[in-house]
């Protein structure tokens, strides 16, 4: 394209149908808010700039976005404008119009239509060339609350009519206007300028740039898609929901083309970013949040959910597992076993061949390759070396009530069932902690150390008996 393109997002909606006091365009899906989807999408065609039209909710909606990225790593140029109060679709452009050079082409979105496809976008631009007002539509079983594609008899567009204002025979017409359009933006400030709100709903309508266009002789243009999917909108839970499934469904279809092996695409959620290494294999139920990475032969098993997170190769995640690295993160060594119902917060870096079991929670602390936990235990705040054998029931008391505190464990270690480490303190290469000690003190290296009360055993000794109650 030799001509820049600088995008339009209508986000100004109050969406009272949602029936929430969160901004319709904040709904989340797939992770991540509607309005995002579109800003993200619009990153991908390249765009120059970016402009947010907000109202309802507009402080929310202003700090709940974020300014995509576009291909050359540099965060695009995202701006806000308001309409207040929301007078329509033509009034809401109206007010990003002064922020929108005349060298380029305006693209107008939707930010409750999020699953548009930058690919289709780009087809839409090339349509328009910079010289021309193109459309993108789609033909509906069901048109209804749609405006309507009227075409002249060389097959060109001659108008919308709104829904409201359509005729018997106009609201027959199946082909719909999706809400987006691409257009030379030195026409549309003169178009806008000549918007007026005689209409059944009293408003300023944007789809009026088509009879200024076709009035001053320029050729309508319609890229027509079939996938209802990429010009769908939210305005319900219902619809949300639905929406859910067909963007999960997206997912699931690329990761498989990809050669991940899906147990059942339909039961997969990824709300984030998953990339997966070759052979990768995903039991049903999981959950995908954050940014995580699957290694080559990594296999996941049912029920997991896994977020922020690198898992490399050869790793196997039993079922019910809990991963969630938040801001630190969370790694996972080659070849390791963990779960199932095993539990990774944020900080746990575990080395190669690192065995986690069942009901073990991991916490700010790194495990070297070989060391085992495998179950009933914790390990928080810990430095934990090879080889370490992490008996059950075993913990770390790494807060004191005001300040955490650290555990070392050196390599080679064997610590016993039902310990207490009580932090800070260092239990010295190839120790020994018997089972049932609780450590105040760190330890020598390869000494064996036992901190309990001496077992005493008293002969002949008889439980207390009930004794029955007296009778009136």
């Known amino acids: 394209m030799t001509f820049p393109v600088d995008v339009v997002v209508m986000a100004a909606g109050k969406g009272t149908r949602m029936k929430s006091l969160r901004p319709k365009v904040l709904h989340r899906l797939g992770g991540r808010a509607l309005a995002q989807h579109v800003l993200d999408t619009a990153a991908r065609v390249s765009a120059r700039s970016v402009v947010v039209i907000t109202g309802h909710g507009a402080d929310q909606v202003e700090a709940g976005l974020q300014a995509p990225v576009g291909a050359d790593g540099q965060a695009l140029d995202l701006r806000f404008v308001r309409q207040e109060p929301q007078l329509g679709t033509g009034h809401a452009v109206q007010q990003a119009v002064p922020l929108l050079p005349d060298d380029g082409v305006t693209l107008v979105l939707s930010g409750d239509v999020p699953l548009t496809r930058a690919e289709t976008l780009q087809a839409l631009i090339t349509q328009c060339g910079g010289e021309r007002l193109a459309l993108l539509t789609l033909d509906m079983p069901d048109p209804t609350g749609y405006g309507r594609i009227v075409r002249a008899e060389d097959g060109a567009v001659s108008a919308i009519i709104e829904h409201k204002d359509a005729s018997d025979e106009q609201r027959a017409i199946r082909e719909i206007y999706s809400g987006i359009m691409a257009v030379p933006t030195r026409l549309l400030r003169a178009w806008l300028a000549r918007l007026d709100n005689r209409n059944a709903q009293g408003e300023y309508y944007l789809t009026d740039v088509v009879r200024f266009a076709v009035a001053d002789g320029l050729r309508v243009e319609a890229c027509r898609i079939a996938d209802a999917v990429q010009v769908a909108g939210v305005n319900s839970p219902r619809q949300l929901a639905e929406l859910e499934r067909a963007y999960q469904r997206q997912v699931a279809d690329e990761l498989m083309d990809q050669g991940v092996r899906l147990a059942d695409p339909a039961r997969l959620d990824v709300r984030g970013t998953l990339i997966c290494g070759q052979d990768v294999e995903i039991d049903v139920g999981c959950v995908f949040e954050g940014r995580v990475e699957l290694g080559a032969g990594v296999r996941i ?33 080659a070849g390791s076993l963990i779960g199932p119902f095993a539990r990774l917060r944020p900080g746990a870096r575990l080395g190669a061949e690192v065995h986690i079991g069942n009901f073990v929670e991991v916490k700010n602390s790194t495990l070297a390759d070989g060391a085992k936990a495998n179950h009933l235990a914790y390990l928080g705040d810990a430095t934990v070396g090879e080889r370490v054998n992490y008996g059950a029931g075993s913990i770390t008391a790494n807060y004191d009530g005001a300040n955490k505190h650290r555990t070392v464990i050196e390599a080679d270690v064997h610590v016993g069932s039902n310990c207490v480490l009580v932090a800070p303190v260092t239990i010295g290469a190839g120790g020994t902690v018997g089972a049932g000690s609780t450590i105040t003190k760190s330890t020598p290296p390869g000494s064996l150390s036992v901190a309990r009360g001496r077992q005493a055993s008293i002969a002949d000794w008889k439980r207390p008996t009930k004794v029955a109650p007296k009778k009136d």
């Open 301 to 333: 098993g049912a029920h997991c959910v896994i977020a922020n997170a690198v898992i490399q190769a050869g790793a196997v995640i039993h079922p019910f597992t809990h991963i969630d690295g938040e801001k630190l993160g969370v790694g996972v060594g």
